[in-house]
Structures are given as structure tokens and as C-alpha cells.
């Protein structure tokens, strides 16, 4: 997945939130400016090619503030329309600058 092709979908107003995405927003008191802002800026960290009925992926980027983001984007190749899966403040125990999973320890 290419995160051009998100980021067009935003930029075209192209997107879809689900509801588990919204009520996440709302939890951890996230904008949509915000949540658009830190895909414009951010990066893929993690590709889920097989997830259905669209690939999807997870992007870290960051709030207007600096805070770090992590939002999970489906892509409709077909109508270049984007879905946001999920978006959360990522937690540091669980997260190596924020970029990669830390191993668990047994």
C-alpha cells in the first residue's frame, strides 16, 4: 500500500470513519484535522496486504502538538476511496519510538 494514495483520498475528501474509529477518536480526544494532519505527515510503519475486504496498513504520524498517532487506513484501489479503521495514542510500553512493537517478555 502507498500512503500517496491515502493521502489523496484525503485531500479529495474521499474517506470513510468507522464507528469503532470515531468512538477511539473521541476517547483519546483526537480532532480529524488532527487524525489527517498526522497521515499528511507520517509514515507507514506496518502493511496488512491480506486484511479484507481492502488491504489496510498502520500509520504513525503526529498531532499539530507533536504527539505521536497511530491510525489504521483500508484503501479501495478500485474507487481510490480511504476507510479509517481505528486511531489511537500509542502506548510507550508497548511501542519503540513509537515506529516498532516492543517484543514481549515472556
Given at each position: 500500500m502507498?500512503?500517496?494514495?491515502?493521502?489523496?483520498?484525503?485531500?479529495?475528501?474521499?474517506?470513510?470513519i468507522s464507528d469503532h474509529a470515531d468512538e477511539e477518536a473521541q476517547a483519546d480526544k483526537l480532532s480529524y484535522e488532527e487524525i489527517y494532519f498526522s497521515v499528511l505527515h507520517g509514515e507507514i510503519i506496518e502493511n496488512y496486504p491480506t486484511d479484507?475486504?481492502?488491504?489496510?496498513?498502520?500509520?504513525?504520524?503526529?498531532?499539530?502538538?507533536?504527539?505521536?498517532?497511530?491510525?489504521?487506513?483500508?484503501?479501495?484501489?478500485?474507487?481510490?476511496?480511504?476507510?479509517?479503521?481505528?486511531?489511537?495514542?500509542?502506548?510507550?510500553?508497548?511501542?519503540v519510538n513509537w515506529r516498532e512493537r516492543r517484543v514481549k517478555k515472556p
Open positions: 502507498n500512503i500517496a494514495d491515502i493521502i489523496q483520498a484525503i485531500q479529495a475528501n474521499r474517506v470513510r479484507k475486504p481492502y488491504p489496510s496498513c498502520l500509520i504513525y504520524g503526529q498531532t499539530f502538538s507533536g504527539d505521536p498517532v497511530h491510525s489504521v487506513w483500508a484503501y479501495n484501489a478500485q474507487n481510490q476511496w480511504a476507510v479509517l479503521i481505528t486511531v489511537y495514542r500509542p502506548d510507550p510500553n508497548l511501542w
